[in-house]
Structures are given as C-alpha cells and as structure tokens.
C-alpha cells in the first residue's frame, strides 16, 4: 500500500456486492446520455448527408445547428441531459447515502487511527469516482450499441425519411457527453455523504453508537395499525433524507411519464394519423360528384390496392336545425363503412355517439358543428322534408384545415342514407390505399376519364416520423421507468441491509416471516404513495401546461382531459415497483440465519 | 419432569477437513425454576448451544425438547410462536428497537402475537425493573443497565418458562452487572422460570444454581456451585 487511497480499490472488491446497485446506476446514466446524444448526432449526419445531396454542398455541424430541426434536436438532447442528471443524482447519492450510514463505525475507526476529516470526505469521494473507472466503459458501450440498434430500427424497418441515417457511427459527442454525465453525476452526488462521514466522530468506532438510534426523537405511534405495520411507515417517514430522495424518485419518474405523455399527444396533433389517409385521391375537376361507381371497382382489381373508398358532397342543402343562431343550410356528406369505421379508429367521435346507428339506410346521421352553436346528440335535422336524427357529433371539423367549422353545419351520412336523400350516385372524392407501386398508380391514373384528376400522396405520409418519435419517448419512458424500479429497489434493500441487525433481533424475540415481509412492504408503500400523489399532482399540473402551450394554443379545439388510462399505468408501474422493491429484501431478512446477526456486537 | 431436555446434540460447521465440530454429542436437562450458568472459552461453542437451545440454530444431529415439545419437529411458522410464547431471550447488546419507548420495547413480543399486555403485570414488571419513570423514554435515551432491564423486561412479558441469556452483563459496569443480575434471579424467582446464562465472569457463575461448563464442544456438569 503506497498511500491511505489505495485502500480503495480493496474496500471495493470486498464490498463489491452493497455497489453492485450504485455501478448499476451510474452505467444506466452514462448509458442514457451516450444513447441520446449519439442518436442526435447520428440524426444530425443524416440531416447534412440529405442537405448535401440536395443542394450539391457539404454542410457543418454549424450550419445544421443554426437550422431549427438542429436546434431543436440539441435543446431536447440538452433537456434530457438535465432530467438524466437530476435522475442520476438523486438515484446515486441515495445509494453513497446508505453505504456511508452503514459505515459509521469504519469511518470512526478510520479517525481514531488518524484519518483527517478532510482525507475521509476525499477518501468517500474518491471511492465513488472509483465507480466510474468501470461504470462509463461499461455505459458507453451499452449507448453506444444501442444507438447503433436503434438508427438499424430506423434504417431497415421504419425507413421513410430515415434511409440515410449511418448505421455504425460511433459519435464522439455520445462518449465526451457520457464521461461528463458519469463524473458530474458521482462527484454532486457523493458530495453530500463525503461531508456527513467527514463528520463522523472518533467515539462511534469505540461506543458502537452508529448515528441512526440517536436520530430516533419520538416513539413510534402504536395501536393504530399492527405493530410491524407502524414500524415499517415510521421507517420511513423518520428518516427525513431518505423519504425525499425515495417520494422525489417515484415522483419524477411519474411526472416525466405524464409530461412525455403530452408530447405524444402534440405529434398526434401535428402529424395526425387517420385509419382514412389515402395514398392516391381522384377527385373531379369541378368539385362535383363525377367519379363514377365502375372506376371506384376497377381499381379495387389493381394489384397493390388494398382499400378503395368514396365520398359524396352536396353542399348548402336547405335545412331546418330548429334552433336559432343555427345555419339554415348544411352541407351533406356521404361516408361508406370503411371511413365510417376510420372515425371509430381515430377516436374523433364525441362521448356519447352512436356510430353503429348511422350505418345502412335510415334516418341517422353524425355531424359537425361550432362549439358556441352546437348541435346534441338527439336533435333533428330536417332535410327536404325529412328528419334526420343526430346520432353523434364529431370532435373537431375533418373537412377544414384548423379544425373549426366556421358557422357551417356539416352531416355525415352512410352511403345508402345520401343516395336516399339525394339520389346521387357518382363520388366527389374516391381515396386509394395500399403498398402502391409506379405501376400500380400509373394503371389507375390511366383508368381516369377526362375532367377528373389524381393526387399521388404516397410520399407524403407522415406515419414514419410518427412511429420513429413514438418509438423514442416511450424508449426513453420504459428506460426512466427501469432505472426507478432499479434505484427504488436499491433503496429498499440498502434501508432493509442498514436494519438487518434490528431485524435478526425482531425475529429473535418471535417476528415471523410474514410479519418481516408487511413491516418492508409498509415502508416501501408509504414511499411509493407520498411519490404517486406527488407525482401525479405535478405531472397532472406539468402536463396540463405543456398541454396549453404545445397544443391548445395552437389546436383550439383541443380539450384537455384526465388522462385516466395513463394514470392507471402509473398507479400499475407504482404497484409493480413497489412489489419488485419487497420481494428481494425481505426474502433475504427471512432467509437469514438469526444468530449471524444478533451474535455479533 | 423437567423443563428442557438436551439430547445428543451436535454441530458441525463446514465438512471435510476444514469441518469445525462446535459442539459433540452435548446432552443435559434442567428442571423447571433452575437457574444454569454456562461457562467457557471463547469460542467453546457456549453461544452455539445457547442459539440451539433457543432455536435460532438448527443442529447437526440430536434433540430438544421444552416442555416436552420437540422444537426441531416444529414447521417454521409454529416454531416462530412457539419461541415467542414459551422463550424469553436476553443478548449482551441489548438489541433493543431504537425507534421504540422503554414500554413498547418491553410489550413487543406481545404486540407481535396480537395480544393485549395484562397491564398489571406490566406495571409489576416497571416496578421490579425500575423502569417506571422511564417507561416514554427512548433506548437512546437510556444507560447501558437501564436498555439492558428493559431487554429483560421485554424476555419476561411474555411470562416464559425458559430465559436464555447471553452475556446480559457483558457491556455493562460492575455496578450495573451485580444489579442486572440480582434483577433476573429476581424475576426468574418470582415468576418461576428456567434461566439459563452464558457468562464469562466467574464471580457471576457462583451464583447460579448449576454451573454447565463447554470446552471444545463438549459439556462438562460442573453441578452446584451455591451449596
């Protein structure tokens, strides 16, 4: 031994089982930030290649940065960084928090020997960074591979806009960013336990006090709840420190699944996807209905056609509504069950409405309104002389490009229904979908009678940007989510090690095991209740406004609800961590031998 | 009929050539009321039998019987109740519950059995101990004798017939030691129970109504030191 730090890496061998957790955590940080950063840079060399073929140049980095999808990629890289920071923080210094507690005696021995309180907060300190020297490898190499999985995802499956994302990049700006986010993790981190062993008094080697029975101010409240049950909840109420760093994990992972949860929400709105995207419209050059029945058929026969579907229009049809400040006239539109059936999938439909009523030929319709003038489920309509019945409304307006219908009252009829009331046959507008090749769509252009026209859209879905961003929040969401079922085990089996003499003694004096197992479970659920409330209150509040920014302001017809689906996966992940967090430690409580524990002094 | 009967007992820690024989083929009883003490070098295997006796450990090979009840025949779960009903345990580092108040420490194993305590056996028991004043106040808050009469108090609420001690007077002063130790015979007199307690102090062993002396495993009835 050259020096009192080489100690060190002895002390870690020996107690390589208690930093098993700790490693765990500060790789899934360095992990986190390398996979994150690596895949912006790689969407960043993506962006130049396309760029240069485009216009012939190369582009810098500069160049790109100073382009919004640049910036924008870089502030959420950067914004992650942050999250992944305070995560990885919180997670680790809860982890140093309990190896220092455990370590009060050594500590103490350490200063009866001679340690200076400085040499013991460098000696703590150190000892985390030790962590690193095998953490950061371990976590870029992870970042890195998987970046590689997912621009391969990117590439090979989603493809669209993604075919020119590089596949084996290894991206300088990942490593340097998971160095950064593994060193200024463990040093914030152990900052705090540093002080606190630098505080540890000589007198706790020889008097065996360790701290934790002169924190202790008031008795445990009993008669109320069992005793094991109240011991559990006072585990975890009294020790103040541990219950923040415990409710404040639970909660942020809660509350970046709700916040994350809006932004799913925002492509929606920004990229909507519709069961109903057509990838070639033929529509007629006046507007009016003109594509006849034979054509819509004849293409169903083309190879690669998967759906073909057709709607009529009559527009400004006389109409009574019955209800004053309402348009006297409505436009009427046909849909055939296939688009009728989108309306289900696209969850446009308005709470209430009977979609299954409009169907056939009858006398129901949907319809689309203004919300300072609407129309209810229920309310006729009368056109030509005949009652139509209102048998839902939609969300917003289909047909206009803001969503609102600007005074017009539109109804949507089935087939059968508008060839009834208007005996009008021919489409206005017949919608192709399919896996449509050049041939495919130049045999259907080429079906086309005069006056009528052919839109190829089948460039221009979005559903690829859609998938690949869907596919990266919820991968970042399940990656939070593991990394707080990972630090709220630890910490449970940390707070259960740091009791284990107090538990052998319980047992001894006549604990069962089931007893041990509830007075865990009592202090693992009181956490993950106070971070659920937490967590939801904020990430409900957080989302809320994101939900006003991102959305309402731009999407007015946008409606804020409780997202109670994603409340319910919360409250299922908060129940499944908490039953992970019980299981290991208190099978190792019952499992242990009693007399290991209460022999020693 | 006595209380407990020790039969054949052995402990074999490890196997081969490294196995460590802790205890060899220990047999004994005690009648009931009958205060024990169990002498020997560290490392004699005292504590051993003491953690068999109790059934804390299980044994190589042999039998105990208290009351007349097989211990090691026992499920897990009955021998949990049985050990907080019948056996009262006392250890050199007191192994009180921090978070608990002198009188909560005392009823626990009461509470864990969901039993009311008989508050005037409680109070009678705060009055022997002398822990009457202090019965709100916090382990931390206690001498070392003081957490070591609540240790006992917590072993007697149940009103075992058998107290199995180990080293109670190990951490604490003579003054505290010769208190302690008056207390428990006190008790254990009053209240009619075995005692049985490992101890390295021979001034405290000539107390004892037997003296059981453990050398390398093997146990020696060294009889009657009083008379």
Known sequence: MKSYLSLIPISAKVRRRQNRMTLLCIIFAVFLVSAIFSMADMAVRMEQSRLAKKHGQAFTLQAIMDTSMGQSLFLIAGALFLLILIAGVLMISGSINSTVAQRTKFFGMMRCIGMSRQQLARFVRLEALNWCKTAIPIGIILGTVSSWTLCAILRFVVQEEFTAIPLFGVSAIGVVSGIVMGIVTVLIAAWMPARQAAKVSPIAAVSGNTGSTDRTQRAVRTGALPIELSLGTHHAVSAKKNLVLMTGSFALSIILFLTFSVLLDWVGYLLPQSASDADITIYGESGMNCVSPQIAKAIRAIDGVENVFGRRSVFEVPAELGQEGLPQTVDLISFDDFDLNALKKDDVLKKGSDLSKVYGDNSYVLAICDPDAPLHKGDIIWVNGEALNVAGLLKYDLFSGDGFSHGKVSVITSDETFLRLTGIGDYSLVMVQGDLTDESAAAISDLLDEGLLFRDQRGQRTFGTYIAFVLCVYSFLAIIAMVTVLNIMNSISMSVSARGKQYGAMRAVGMDGRQVTQMIAAEAVTYALAGGVIGCTGGLAIGKILFNILIRDHFAYAVWTIPVFRLLIVVLFVASATFAAIHAPAKRIRDMAVTDTINEL | ?227
């Open chain 2, 1 to 227: 009929m006595d209380l407990l009967q020790v039969e054949h007992i052995c402990k074999t820690y490890g196997g081969g050539e490294a196995a460590v024989h802790a205890l060899k083929d220990v047999s004994f009883s005690v009648p009931r009321g009958e205060f024990v003490a169990v002498v020997g070098e560290s490392g004699s295997g005292k504590s051993t039998l003491l953690n068999m006796i109790g059934a804390l450990d299980t044994p190589t090979s042999g039998r105990v019987y208290i009351g007349g009840e097989d211990t090691f025949a026992m499920k897990e779960k009955a021998l949990t109740v049985f050990r907080r009903r019948n056996i009262g345990f006392i250890f050199q580092a007191f192994h009180l519950i921090p978070e608990l108040s002198v009188e909560q420490n005392m009823i626990f194993p009461l509470l864990l059995d969901r039993q009311r305590p008989n508050t005037r056996y409680l109070e009678e028991l705060l009055a022997v101990l002398g822990l009457e004043k202090r019965r709100n106040h916090l382990p931390s808050q206690l001498s070392g004798g003081q957490q070591q009469r609540v240790a006992i108090g917590r072993a007697l609420i149940t009103r075992p017939s058998l107290v199995l001690a180990d080293e109670p007077t190990g951490n604490l002063d003579s003054q505290n030691s010769s208190e302690v130790l008056a207390l428990l015979k006190k008790t254990a007199r009053q209240y009619e129970q075995t005692v049985i307690m490992i101890t390295h102090n021979p001034g405290i062993a000539h107390t004892a109504d037997r003296v059981l002396q453990v050398s390398d495993g093997v146990l020696t009835d060294l009889g009657g030191c009083r008379e």
